[in-house]
């Protein structure tokens, strides 16, 4: 019986010798090691050709980049050995200037991989390759300088730009989401279906009076509201916990006789009420204090549009659907915020911004698991009310409704 069965596995291994022989003369040799194209990269590929010109007109090299010359040559310096590759004796590696180049011009422009393939003559997944390890090495390397967590002390200068600028006092950001269109993963149902129709996935954002991005949560999916992606962030976490070492509770500018008030953001009706979390009175026909409340709230959270506004203008890769798998597209959302901040924060020389954020070197918040809603507390209720009898009294300012 052993000696039948033994027989039998070597027929059987046999039978897929023979078959795997019969596929690898079936397929098709290679014809070439590289395509001929690609081998005059370093004669008339973008990087070598144009932009060599382009260094010499920096205002066209910024278009192009969506940073300057002294920008891209500081960028560089930061993420160059993290990108850097090895050559070896069968090729020459693509250098990190390129690699970056690659991938600037892939977030400045949304194109697909292979348009950006032809562009600078190399592959097809070789760009493929390229984007997905130069955003992480971006984020990576810019993250604790640009976008590190606020401490107590950014927290308050935070709340006096808002005071200064958008005359919303003991205001520490403004919230709100965006939908980033993407490609939706094999099935994945409807989850990241949104209302809007699209595939999409949530980028949750804290934006301070000087549009930079304080805090970002990227991935939530696109079917989940802007009070659910808060919930199951680290973030909306961190906020109910009390664990984000915001300023202790003082007056407001002038109402002192109010007591003390918690330092907040503020966000649009799809948030939940909070202590630390205003949002507008609900309904229109409303008394003409919770109106001029609604108008000072909505003044301070528009900073947060017009983030989201500056960061689609600039790059392009939000203006279409993104092809990519949710996960590398989550990585590019997240070079782009984190480039936003540095370029409001250097320069076109490369040198630090006058005003520029740099906060103390902080370590991202570690993902928690999701929270349950709740109703408005009646302290969230209050607070609101205190800010509302404010802005309507000592607070006011000349254009605001006066009826």
Not at 18 to 32: G, I, V
Not at 294 to 307: D, T
Request: charged share 25%; glycine share 8%; hydrophobic share 40%.
């Amino acid at each position: 019986m052993a000696a039948v069965e033994l027989a039998l596995e070597e027929r059987v291994s046999l039978l897929y010798l023979l078959w795997r022989a019969e596929q690898r003369r079936k397929r098709r040799p290679r014809r070439t090691w590289v395509h001929q194209v690609l081998e005059t990269r370093d004669q008339f590929g973008e990087f070598h050709h144009l932009l060599q010109e382009l260094r010499l007109d920096d205002g066209r090299f910024q278009r192009y980049h969506r940073l300057s010359l002294g920008q891209f040559e500081d960028l560089l310096s930061r993420v160059g050995p993290r990108i850097a590759r090895l050559d070896t004796n069968y090729r020459r590696s693509i250098p990190p200037a390129e690699r970056l180049s690659i991938c600037l011009r892939f977030l400045a422009t949304g194109d697909s991989f292979r348009t950006i393939a032809f562009s600078f003559r190399v592959g097809v997944s070789t760009v493929s390759q390229i984007i997905p390890q130069v955003a992480t090495a971006i984020w990576d390397c810019l993250v604790d300088d640009f976008m590190a967590v606020p401490s107590t002390q950014d927290w308050r200068s935070i709340a006096e730009g808002f005071q200064e600028r958008w005359n919303f006092p003991l205001c520490c950001g403004a919230l709100d989401g965006k939908h980033v269109q993407t490609k939706a993963p094999p099935n994945s149902g409807s989850m990241f279906h949104n209302y809007k129709g699209t595939f999409s996935i949530v980028l949750l954002a804290v934006v301070d009076a000087e549009h930079r991005f304080r805090v970002i949560d990227v991935g939530g999916y696109g079917r989940t509201s802007d009070g659910g992606i808060l919930a199951n962030s680290t973030f909306g976490q961190a906020l109910r916990a009390g664990t984000l070492h915001l300023p202790p509770d003082q007056p407001l500018p002038g109402g002192e006789h109010r007591g003390a008030q918690p330092h907040v953001f503020v966000a649009d009706e799809a948030f939940p009420l909070r202590r630390e979390l205003m949002r507008p009175f609900p309904g229109r026909l409303l008394p003409l204090q919770k109106r001029v409340f609604n108008y000072r709230l909505s003044r301070a959270r528009m900073i947060v549009e017009g983030a989201f506004g500056i960061l689609s203008s600039q790059w392009r890769l939000y203006r279409r659907a993104m092809e990519l798998r949710p996960e590398i597209a989550e990585k590019c959302v997240k070079a782009t915020c984190v480039l936003h901040n540095f370029l409001r924060c250097v320069d076109e020389r490369g040198a630090p911004a006058v005003g520029g954020v740099a906060p103390a070197v902080v370590e991202p918040l570690q993902g928690l698991g999701r929270v349950a809603a709740n109703n408005s507390s009646r302290e969230a209720v209050l607070v609101r009310e205190k800010f509302m009898a404010h802005f309507s009294a000592e607070g006011a300012v000349s254009w605001q409704p006066k009826e």
